[in-house]
Each structure stands twice: as structure tokens, then as C-alpha cells.
């Protein structure tokens, strides 16, 4: 599994050009980048003008055009303000000389103060459920139009209520799954910081289709990741089991609206995230 985590690190720590500018490569599949990718893509990127010592606590995107893996990525790094607790970074992501994703990224110095958190729910262990890498590989053998077989197998999934992705039954707008990186990382916390962005886009749409009868396989629909935001709260391990419990309180005006929240296996919250998504029928 070393060599899949060793080749995804390889497209998100991205290559330094200059003090403010990175480039970055995407797999070739999927057709269009992977918003996460991008995300990672750019964390790295900015925290790599940072002070190492000063570490990432919030970051807010927008997702502009769909990304082409057969083109070089290029990130410009603004150094919009140094100030003496909290540091601020904006990047833009470019392909031939369009935008296709922007950011504000914020670092804050290690501080103490006021502490609390609301408590896990109560779930199912990953230990016993069915793996991504499984799944898909049965699903692609059973279909074959629908899907192709995965391919890499750098970070483990474990759905805890998976949806039947044909025939779609609506249901309560959230879903929970343990993500853990099939390798090891070191002691960075960048680099684990740069693989939770890259996992936060998982799942965070397909969580505002629970409550409809539609999947990403229904071809009158129109996804995308529209904006994305991730609130990093206390230090983790990306190579230790992480729970993502996903809500989608609203959809409207063809946007679903999803949430949602990190946690490791004691139950401590490390992070949180938010996003919109284009959730657009095309009938």
C-alpha cells in the first residue's frame, strides 16, 4: 500500500517554483480533477510560506472551472498579511492562464484557552465494514457500464450505512464512514494536514442526495463542488482511523448545502468542514 499513498504525496506536495509559486501534476482518472486534490493542492502549497511553527486552522474555497488532469496545475501564493498571532495566505490556482480555484488560507501561533467539543455519536466500528477498495470492486464486476474497478488503494474507506447506488431509495440526509491512510506519514503535520484536505471532499455531496432518488450515476444530474471550507481544530493523525459524519441541512435553487465533522476514534472533534454543490437536473 506504501507505494499508492508514496505516489498520491507525489501529486499533493506540490513542486516549488519560486518563493510563491508551485506546480502541481493530477492522476489521469478521474476526467476532471478531484476537487480534494486541489484543496491539498493549495494548502501545501501556502503553508509552505509559512513559519513551520505556525499551523493551519482554517481555509475557505471556491472551485471556478473543472480542472484537467492532462494539464500542469500552477499555484501563486499571495503573503497578504503577517500579523503577530495569525497568518494569512490567498491562493489562485491556474491552468493556461485561467483560475480554475481560489483560496484564503489562515495560520494561527499555538495557543491555549477555553476548551469544549460536542461529543461523537454513537456508530459503528470500522472494524467489520466493507471497504471502499471491496466495494467497488464487486460493484465494478457486477456492473461494468456503471463503473470502472479502483485502481490505487493509498487511502482505506469504510462505509457504516452504504446506500444502494441502483436503485436509490430516498433516506435521511447523512452518512458516516471511517478514513484512514493505508501508509506511513512521518511526524509532519502538514503532510497530514494536506491529506485530510484532499479526504474532506469525499462524500460531502453525495450526502445532500440522500433525501432524493438520485446518485452520481444518474446522468440528468449536474454535480460539482462549489465552494468548500475546513476548520482544523486539534492535532491528528491521518494514518489512525478518523470518523467523517456528514449532514446535509438544505438543497435548494439546485445547490445541496453539507457539513461535517472529524473525529478520532476517542471521540476527540479535530476538524470541521462545510461545502455547497451544484446538485443541477438537466431534465
Not at 482554517?58 to 494539464?71: E, I, N, T, V
Request: charge should be neutral; glycine fraction near 6%.
Amino acid at each position: 500500500m506504501q507505494k499508492h499513498v508514496d505516489k498520491l504525496l507525489n501529486y499533493l506536495e506540490v513542486k516549488q517554483l519560486g518563493d510563491f509559486k508551485f506546480e502541481g501534476t493530477s492522476p489521469a482518472f478521474p476526467e476532471r480533477v478531484f476537487g480534494g486534490q486541489v484543496l491539498a493542492q493549495a494548502l501545501n502549497s501556502a503553508a509552505r510560506c509559512v513559519d513551520p511553527k505556525i499551523f493551519v486552522h482554517s481555509m475557505h474555497a471556491y472551485f471556478l472551472r473543472p480542472g484537467d488532469p492532462k494539464k500542469i496545475i500552477t499555484f501563486e501564493v499571495d503573503p497578504i498579511r503577517d500579523g503577530a498571532s495569525f497568518v494569512t495566505r490567498r491562493v489562485v490556482a491556474e491552468q493556461s492562464g485561467r483560475a480554475i480555484f481560489n483560496t484564503s488560507i489562515s495560520f494561527q501561533k499555538e495557543e491555549t484557552g477555553l476548551n469544549h467539543q460536542i461529543p461523537m455519536k454513537s456508530t459503528s466500528p470500522p472494524e467489520g465494514l466493507e471497504t471502499d477498495f471491496e466495494f467497488w470492486k464487486t460493484f465494478a464486476k457486477d456492473h461494468p457500464n456503471k463503473a470502472p474497478p479502483p485502481q490505487a488503494h493509498a487511502i482505506e474507506r469504510r462505509v457504516v450505512d452504504r446506500r444502494d447506488y441502483i436503485n436509490p431509495e430516498p433516506r435521511h440526509p447523512s452518512q458516516k464512514m471511517w478514513f484512514k491512510v493505508l501508509g506511513e506519514l512521518g511526524d509532519n503535520p502538514l503532510r497530514h494536514a494536506t491529506l485530510l484536505a484532499y479526504i474532506s471532499d469525499y462524500s460531502l455531496l453525495s450526502a445532500a442526495l440522500q433525501p432524493h432518488p438520485y446518485t452520481s450515476f444518474n446522468p440528468e444530474l449536474q454535480l460539482a463542488s462549489l465552494d468548500h471550507s475546513i476548520w482544523f481544530h486539534r492535532p491528528f493523525r491521518a494514518d489512525e482511523y478518523l470518523l467523517y459524519d456528514i449532514d446535509s441541512p438544505n438543497s435548494h435553487g439546485s445547490r445541496g448545502f453539507s457539513r461535517g465533522s472529524f473525529y478520532t476514534r476517542d471521540g476527540i472533534l479535530i476538524a470541521s468542514t462545510a461545502q455547497e454543490s451544484l446538485m443541477r437536473l438537466r431534465i
